[in-house]
């Protein structure tokens, strides 16, 4: 999509809409702060409910705009930096600014959706191992204690206005793709991908939603 149907200052709306349909559905997409410009996320309005999907993105206005009171709310919940530290292998450094500048860590996640408090929260983009899965539930309880999804592949939400009901395809949990190598965890790093959005996009982030670093990151 292009950067100017998302701009505020410009003459088109921040929000492209879409024509509602003869099923009385509605997309929306809004932008999403991920390393540059371009990124969205959406709300699908149908039949009186509402399901708003996040993109990979910091916590941001527009987002806490449009999924507010929404009946199912979608939005990546990263790893910790500690975590990205021990599974990739990165500094301190680089994993927090992949896991907190570009992406939003579990105690954000909580942040916003106590902020939004949908009738269903869904965290995903983490990996599914117990370990991490738990560690990752108890820092988003941290900040939120409404009803909560960890999500899964292929995991289904039935949703009516009286009940939301949670369940999964079953499949094969225990199939995962292979892990990189060693030579490419501990490969050298470019600097950050910063400096390629615009200003207006920033300043659509939400301050003080994730978490400071907790080791020096100059």
Not at 14 to 21: A, G, H
Not at 29 to 58: E, M, Q, T
Not at 181 to 198: I, M, N, Q
Request: aromatic share 12%.
């Amino acid at each position: 999509m292009p950067a100017e149907k998302l701009n505020p200052t410009s003459s088109t709306s921040p929000r492209q809409r879409s024509s509602t349909t003869r099923t009385g559905s509605r997309l929306p997409a809004f932008p999403a702060i991920h390393i540059r410009d371009g990124s969205v996320s959406y709300r699908l309005d149908w039949n009186g409910l509402s399901f708003v999907f996040g993109g990979d993105s910091v916590p941001n206005k527009w987002f806490a705009k449009e999924a507010k009171g929404a009946d199912v709310v979608v939005h990546e919940c990263f790893f910790t930096p500690e975590q990205w530290m021990a599974i990739a292998g990165f500094p301190y450094k680089e994993a927090y600014w992949v896991t907190t500048l570009i992406h939003t860590p579990p105690e954000g996640f909580g942040k916003l959706m106590s902020m939004v408090e949908p009738r269903m929260a869904v965290a995903y983009h983490y990996w599914n191992h117990r370990d991490v899965e738990l560690e990752i539930f108890e820092k988003v309880r941290k900040t939120y204690d409404g009803p909560l999804t960890m999500s899964d592949d292929l995991t289904v939400l039935n949703v009516t206005k009286d009940h939301i009901e949670v369940r999964e395809v079953t499949f094969n949990h225990e199939s995962w793709p292979m892990g990189t190598s060693k030579e490419w965890d501990t490969a050298p790093r470019s600097e950050p991908a910063t400096g390629l959005s615009s200003d207006w996009l920033l300043e659509g982030k939400l301050e003080d939603m994730n978490p400071p670093p907790t080791q020096p990151v100059e």
